[in-house]
């Protein structure tokens, strides 16, 4: 069993005095694909903003042995933890090569060339259109440039929140591929979706969440084998998510 | 300003010649230069940290009256001051990291916050009076208004630079008000003058163009391609447009909106000092006058939107040549046409633009 990477432990995320998160605690291990999937409103976006330090919560938080208590944001980026947020937050009137540039803002000139490299090689789509404006690429080329920027930082655990939301199926095909070659490139995942069939198919462990807590979790096979979880999130109303 | 002089002569007749209309036209370009520094400066600080900065008239006046007092071989105050901002700066930056304090992190700031302006403080007590020359001068005063500039912003702006920009824009005014009482103190209620960088004038049929008014388009444009390569060409320029575009995003991928903040006061203080030292050969400054000229760089930069470079640069030239103009045909009126230019933009820009919500961080 490898290590583990990041380990949240009885976390509470509160808005005023709604409570979004209740006492939750999850892990990811190196090398391991991990996905949280839930309903609109269950606190998935909220649990993954506050793992980056954009919102403030009470538990404890430790990443790669670290406790995480006190550290901004940017010093989560620098102990090697990186999420790509559901707007993408791009740099929009940007080049494409410039917002991949910034992603290796705290990285050696030497390691952010071979990272170039890297990530042209994941995103082809990128490299041809280098010198274009963020803002004026398509959704999926968008979520595209939002991973290859926080990959241009060498995280050793990427967060992705709702990677597939209002792309076309293909393009979410196309997405759903890389995030399962990075673990082969030495990079963990935590992947929050509603798209449960695409990401059960190919996380290693799943957990559910409803209403701000997990209602179970294990074995990603073993969860999308779940009555409930068939009948809640894999049922007819998601008869949609085939096409992946 | 240097209108002034020509003035008293033309004001009899107020007819427009050609000789008067291409000074006209020269003080108001040269006028106008030295507002879009102001301006683009403005709209950098703004789009970057979202403060609104009232402070950049005492960059100017600290920038201008520094060099116009070691001119005079005396050591000015604002050096002094630099010194106890620093050490005021060093103190939030040790109690901000008390948790985690790394003797990396402790000798940058003890570097950045108490050597660099001691360092400037005894180089400006050895140097002044002893020399005189120009170039050293102007050195001098830069580096102080430099200093004076990044630990203002770790001073005042930094401990809340995620409140609203309404708080921002309190705090903007409360640290214009404390600069200019210090200003007050440092250099007196009299106004000083400083010596011209160039005495040179050059005669084209009915136009003479002096040599400070050149000085001032050549430093204007090698600054503004010097800020143009700063943001498109160095990694730290393009933070700082990142910062200034989506600050969540450049958070996000490790950039310090601190970071991004000290150097966008920094340029500001030093493009501020700059644009003083430009004004104080040909116009008499007084403490407080940088603040009438800041607030004419604030109006090109409202005309620009607080976000538009090149509109700003357009508009500081506009308001020059306004104000040039309105000073010969109506002086008495001249700062009240130039201020008035606002609200005809801030309708137009009213009816254009949707109604945005502000933005919080």
């Known amino acids: ?244 | 300003m240097a209108a002034k002089r020509g003035r008293a002569d033309a004001e009899g007749g107020r007819s427009l010649n050609t000789t008067i209309l291409l000074f006209l036209i020269q003080d108001g370009i040269t006028n106008g230069a030295i507002y879009a520094l102001l301006g683009l400066a403005l709209v950098l600080v703004f789009a970057v940290t979202r403060v609104i900065l009232i402070p950049q008239g005492e960059f100017i006046t600290y920038g201008a009256l520094s060099y116009a007092t070691l001119a005079a071989g005396q050591v000015p105050g604002t050096a002094r001051l630099a010194v106890v901002m620093g050490l005021v700066a060093f103190g939030f930056d040790v109690f901000a990291a008390r948790k985690s304090l790394h003797a990396r992190a402790l000798l940058r700031a003890f570097t950045v916050n108490i050597v660099f302006p001691v360092v400037v403080l005894l180089l400006t007590m050895w140097l002044a009076g002893r020399q005189n020359n120009i170039p050293v001068n102007i050195t001098l005063s830069l580096l102080i208004v430099a200093a004076i500039g990044l630990f203002l912003y770790r001073i005042a702006f930094q401990p809340i630079a995620h409140t609203s920009v309404l708080v921002l824009l309190i705090a903007s005014v409360g640290c214009h008000l404390a600069m200019q009482g210090f200003g007050l103190v440092f250099f007196g209620a009299e106004g000083l003058r400083g010596p011209t960088i160039s005495d040179a004038a050059i005669t084209i049929g009915d136009l003479r163009i002096s040599g400070q008014s050149l000085v001032v388009y050549g430093i204007t444009a090698a600054l503004i391609i010097a800020l143009w390569l700063f943001f498109d060409f160095t990694l730290y320029g393009k933070a700082l447009r990142a910062t200034a575009v989506n600050r969540l995003g450049a958070r996000l991928v490790g950039i310090r909106t601190s970071l991004s903040g000290q150097i966008a006061f920094l340029l500001a203080s030093v493009i501020g000092a700059i644009s003083g030292i430009l004004i104080v050969p040909i116009t008499t400054l007084y403490y407080d006058t940088g603040f009438i000229v800041g607030l004419k760089g604030f109006v090109a930069a409202i005309i620009g939107g607080l976000i538009s470079y090149p509109l700003t640069a357009v508009a500081a030239l506009v308001v020059g040549i306004v104000e040039a103009f309105s000073s010969f045909y109506a002086s008495n009126y001249k700062e009240v046409i130039v201020f008035t230019l606002i609200i005809p933009v801030l309708v137009l820009r009213s009816l254009a633009a949707p109604e945005v919500e502000e933005e919080k961080d």
């Open chain 1, 1 to 244: 069993m490898s290590a583990t990477l990041l380990s949240v432990a009885d976390t509470s995320i509160s808005y005023g005095k709604v409570e979004a998160v209740r006492s939750v605690s999850l892990e990811v291990k190196a090398n391991e694909i991990v996905t949280i999937v839930g309903a609109n409103g269950a606190g998935k976006t909220t649990l993954l903003n506050a793992i980056m330090g954009i919102l403030p919560q009470h538990g404890r938080i430790s990443f790669n042995g670290q406790d995480l208590a006190g550290l901004d944001i940017e010093d989560r980026v620098a102990a090697g933890l990186s999420l790509v947020p559901e707007h993408r937050e791009l740099f929009g009137t940007m080049s494409v090569e410039d917002n991949l540039q910034l992603g290796a803002f705290r990285i050696a000139k030497a390691t952010a060339a071979q990272s170039f490299e890297r990530v042209y090689a994941l995103f082809p789509r990128l490299k041809e259109r280098r010198q274009q404006l963020a803002g004026t690429l398509s959704g999926g080329e968008q979520q595209m440039l939002a991973m290859g920027r926080a990959l241009m930082g060498e995280p050793r655990l990427l967060m992705l929140d709702e990677p597939s939301l209002g792309l076309a199926p293909l393009i979410v095909a196309d997405i759903f591929k890389i995030i399962g070659a990075l673990r082969a490139a030495g990079v963990s995942v935590l992947l929050v979706e509603q798209n449960a069939k695409a990401a059960l198919q190919i996380a290693d462990r799943a957990y559910v969440m409803e209403l701000g807590a997990f209602i179970l979790h294990g074995p990603a096979a073993d969860i999308a084998a779940d009555p409930r979880v068939v009948a809640s999130y894999l049922g007819f109303q998601h008869a949609g998510a085939s096409a992946v």
